[in-house]
């Protein structure tokens, strides 16, 4: 279990002294990769300053693996998100209004830099991650692995200031079609506790006028707006700048796309690479992810929402509901929550209500018709905004009002399933700095337990052509723009060169696509399917769904495990265990029939497949499959990245599960007698290839263990490099121990062993 962890401070308690650490686990199974905490937090705390264009945890990182360095400067690759996280509002049982509103924003808060949930609205009980993988760590046939569950489950709790506490159980999957999504399921459990110490209960009143609303920042993607900007550009770029949001009703879905840059912005759909060079090699190659650095489409869809504790609410005309008084009181006798009328103040429960208001607004068990609220807003999510300013989970008002007859959306939707809805306030699609749905008002005992579930997930932009709401200020309806663009570069001079007429069409989609899910669509749809456990029909209604994930999904024969280790002179040896051959489960798509030997320079690709390994074939005297890469063209002190994917009879792949980055190399030297650097000299573009780096310079003829000071030609420490490895050499990028790269001179180096050898040299930099 990775036990990745950090302690941003410790909340001693006054009861029982009991001490609280914020920690996050790392979702990593699939292509979607995500950092969850004890807290509620997801990605990190809310951030869109400027301390936020950095990150060294994944930031729903879509595809993984895309940390990169292009022409010196180090990106931290594809992320496409904020901050998120869920908050609660309650209150008390005839605490009415406002002033008494408890309120519990458990991560999603804050401006150009984060509040901290921990200790003021969250109390974290506990994190644990399950790593129901197929195999062990040896390679062998996992005996606890459950067919039915997900690959990789993160399970957090935390205890909330409103007397809820809340479990979250997040889940993932390697499986092409089903790895570009992780399913959260929440349960909100009224405990009592407020504190995060589970024996002293503070609370036990009835809680009325109860809101959830999971929170998120979508920002597509970091590495688009650096190459663009140089930073994760907020003002003028992710809010009323380059992105919008949008919302497609038929599957509860919201994403943002990047459709502009404010540099060039009839150029800017999906950010093409600015470089023209470049844009033409990496569309043409997959390098970087294709010629265009923002294609990706974040979201979210919500998939359930429970209905059985919502509140309910009797207006005095009850003729425009058609329902007379006995049948009123049959609804109230059967439901396990109240009326609201004594609310006063609270616009929609008002006894001023129009029967019409109350008849889109109302369901026919008298409840409010969800969602509460579908908001898109900017990036400023600061605790007094959400909380009086604007609060959207407040039942004093409902943000963006609802759905009517009289509305524009209304030749849009199907049938009249949409009407007393939240509405969505297209007009305010360009912020698209955050976007939240809010569920309630709901009525809840202590004891009770309500649940609420929805799948965070990305796509290679989405369904082009359908006619969706957002996108645009002027207008509620927009089509969704296609990729599959044309692409126009102006030069130095001022002259126009088309590059493309149709991106998709001349190019394709980079590997990370790995199926034909492709869309943010395709991948809701996707989502549903998992959850359900059925085909996805269109519309969907997450109230008709089960109360919790049934997870029967068809799955390829899995990924092996995987042994790398340099081999003889300069050769790589792969390894991986024939149990692979014995996977068994109720749903399996096809009979394992070989394994695709896959190579990159970078982790997320492009790839190319060395070879083919038909099953029962290339097995080695210890009954392993073998194996062995000879390229000579792959020098040793060079990086490259690995996977072994198996492929059945009917042509379905494995995820790369077993993805392993491996540096060639020989073995070290019983004693250090002379180490040189190569190449020497180093001219620009002439160092190692792989990652999209070319200032690697390796030292060679080294022992096991040694030191390496290098110091510049006016006797400056530049690096001291620490070497612990049975190998002959060791990659360095020219970066000096103060992040500078280093510049064009002589360098002298003096390696050391512990022994008390030591040997020297020099070396030339020419850029």
Not at 442 to 454: L, P, S
Not at 592 to 606: H, N, T, W
Not at 676 to 689: A, D, Q, T
Not at 760 to 765: L, M, T
Request: with cysteine.
């Amino acid at each position: 279990m990775k036990m990745n962890k950090i302690i941003l401070f410790f909340l001693v308690l006054q009861v029982g002294l009991v001490a609280q650490i914020r920690e996050y686990r790392i979702h990593d199974r699939g292509m979607l990769h995500e950092t969850v905490f004890n807290t509620g937090e997801i990605g990190r705390a809310w951030q869109t300053g400027e301390a936020g264009n950095r990150t060294s945890v994944p930031l729903m990182e879509w595809p993984p693996n895309s940390k990169t360095i292009l022409d010196g400067i180090e990106y931290d690759g594809q992320h496409n998100l904020l901050g998120a996280g869920i908050y609660i509002g309650a209150n008390k049982d005839g605490l009415p209004g406002e002033e008494n509103r408890l309120f519990a924003l458990c991560g999603g808060v804050g401006a150009g830099t984060p509040e901290v949930s921990i200790g003021r609205w969250s109390f974290p009980l506990y994190i644990e991650e399950i790593e129901n993988f197929p195999f062990l760590e040896d390679g062998t046939l996992n005996p606890n692995y459950d067919p039915n569950e997900a690959e990789e489950i993160i399970r957090a709790a935390w205890s909330t200031s409103t007397g809820i506490t809340v479990t979250r159980t997040s889940r993932a999957w390697s499986y092409p079609d089903y790895d570009d999504f992780i399913i959260y399921e929440y349960e909100f459990e009224y405990t009592g506790d407020r504190d995060g110490n589970p024996t002293t209960i503070e609370m036990t009143d009835k809680l009325k006028d109860v809101m959830f609303c999971p929170n998120y920042g979508f920002a597509p993607s970091m590495y688009g707006f650096q190459r663009t900007y140089l930073e994760w550009k907020y003002e003028g770029g992710i809010y009323r700048g380059d992105v919008n949001n949008f919302w497609d009703s038929d599957l509860w879905l919201t994403w943002n796309m990047n459709l502009r840059n404010n540099i060039s912005d009839d150029n800017g759909l999906g950010k093409p690479e600015l470089n023209n060079d470049y844009f033409l090699e990496f569309a043409q190659t997959g390098k970087q992810g294709g010629g265009l650095n923002s294609p990706q489409a974040p979201g979210y869809c919500i998939l359930f929402y429970d209905t059985t504790h919502l509140a309910v609410v009797v207006p005095k005309d009850m003729d425009s509901l058609g329902k007379n008084e006995s049948e009123v009181q049959d609804i109230l006798r059967s439901s396990t929550v109240y009326s609201l009328n004594d609310y006063n103040g609270i616009d929609i429960y008002s006894e001023n209500s129009t029967s019409y208001k109350w008849y889109f607004e109302l369901d026919k068990n008298f409840h409010v018709r969800q969602p509460w609220s579908n908001k898109v807003s900017t990036g400023n999510t600061n605790s007094f905004k959400m909380m009086y300013e604007k609060d959207p989970f407040n039942p004093n008002t409902r943000w963006s009002g609802v759905y009517t007859p009289a509305s524009t959306t209304w030749p849009e939707l199907k049938g009249d399933h949409w009407l007393g809805r939240a509405a969505y306030p297209y007009r305010q699609s360009a912020d698209a700095g955050m976007k939240h749905h809010t569920f309630g008002p709901y009525t809840m005992e202590i004891g009770d337990k309500i649940r609420f579930a929805m799948a965070e997930l990305a796509g290679y932009g989405a369904e082009a052509g359908k006619r969706v709401e957002g996108g645009q200020v002027t207008a509620q309806w927009a089509k969704i723009p296609s990729l599959n663009r044309k692409v126009v570069y102006t030069d130095d001079n001022g002259e126009q060169r088309v590059l493309t007429e149709h991106y998709l069409d001349d190019f394709g989609y980079p590997d990370y696509v790995n199926s034909d899910v492709i869309t943010v669509q395709d991948v809701a749809k996707k989502a549903f399917e998992a959850y359900t456990g059925k085909a996805t029909t269109l519309p969907v209604w997450p109230e008709d769904n089960p109360t919790s994930g049934k997870y029967h999904i068809p799955v390829p024969c899995p990924a092996p495990v995987i042994t790398l280790r340099n081999y003889g002179q300069a050769v790589i040896k792969i390894t991986w265990n024939r149990a692979v051959e014995e996977f068994s489960h109720p749903r399996k798509m096809g009979e394992l029939a070989k394994f695709y030997i896959l190579r990159a320079e970078a982790g997320m690709g492009p790839w190319a497949v060395l070879d083919s390994v038909a099953v029962g074939e290339n097995i080695n005297e210890e009954n392993l499959y073998e194996y062995i890469d000879d390229d000579a063209n792959f020098k040793v002190g060079e990086s490259r990245y690995y996977a072994v994917v198996s492929v059945d009879d009917k042509d379905n792949r494995s995820g790369l599960t077993n993805l392993t980055k491996f540096t060639k190399n020989i073995p070290a030297v019983a004693q250090i007698t002379d180490v040189h650097v190569v190449p020497n000299p180093f001219i620009k573009n002439s160092g190692f290839e792989g990652e999209g780096d070319d200032r690697r310079i390796g030292f060679y003829g080294l022992p096991e263990k040694c030191t390496i000071h290098i110091f510049s030609y006016s006797g400056q420490l530049i690096d001291k490099i620490d070497h612990d490895d049975a190998v002959y050499s060791h990659e360095k990028i020219q970066i000096t121990r103060n992040g500078q790269d280093m510049a064009s001179g002589i360098y002298f180096y003096v390696v050391t062993t512990p022994q008390g050898d030591d040997c020297h040299g020099k070396f030339i930099i020419l850029k």
